[in-house]
Nanobody, 120 residues
Framework: QVQLVESGGDLVQPGGSLRLSCVAS????????THWYRQAPGKQRELVAT???????VYRDSVKGRFTISRDNAKNTVYLQMNSLKPEDTAVYYC??????????????WGQGTQVTVSS
């Protein structure tokens, strides 16, 4: 089992910055990708950014150039640095980890989410 705990969400003004953290604990071996998702009220959960075990990164178009995903293996933590925040970034942000146990088995773990509100 893998446990994920997000933190760093807050109320911030448009144009501001936040850094979200996702700390993994438990059986964290063979995690090959970690993602940040978000879900705004009344909308579907959407993928924001991904970082893989070889440090490849992918971003949704609307956050490119503003958000940066990174990780600190020594701290078992993945970060999402969010700059130039906009009201439309308001959502609950979730961390997800994908763990490959073998060729046939992939476990997916989710955190509990952290609220980001962008408003003046």
């Amino acid at each position: 089992q893998v446990q994920l705990v997000e933190s760093g969400g807050d109320l911030v003004q448009p144009g501001g910055s936040l850094r979200l953290s996702c700390v993994a604990s438990g059986s964290i071996f063979r995690i090959y990708a970690t993602h940040w998702y978000r879900q705004a009220p009344g909308k579907q959960r959407e993928l924001v950014a991904t970082i893989t075990s070889d440090d490849s990164t992918v971003y949704r178009d609307s956050v490119k150039g503003r958000f940066t995903i990174s990780r600190d293996n020594a701290k078992n933590t993945v970060y999402l640095q969010m700059n130039s925040l906009k009201p439309e970034d308001t959502a609950v942000y979730y961390c997800r980890a994908d763990q490959r146990l073998n060729d046939a088995t992939v476990n997916i773990y989710w955190g509990q989410g952290t609220q980001v509100t962008v408003s003046s």
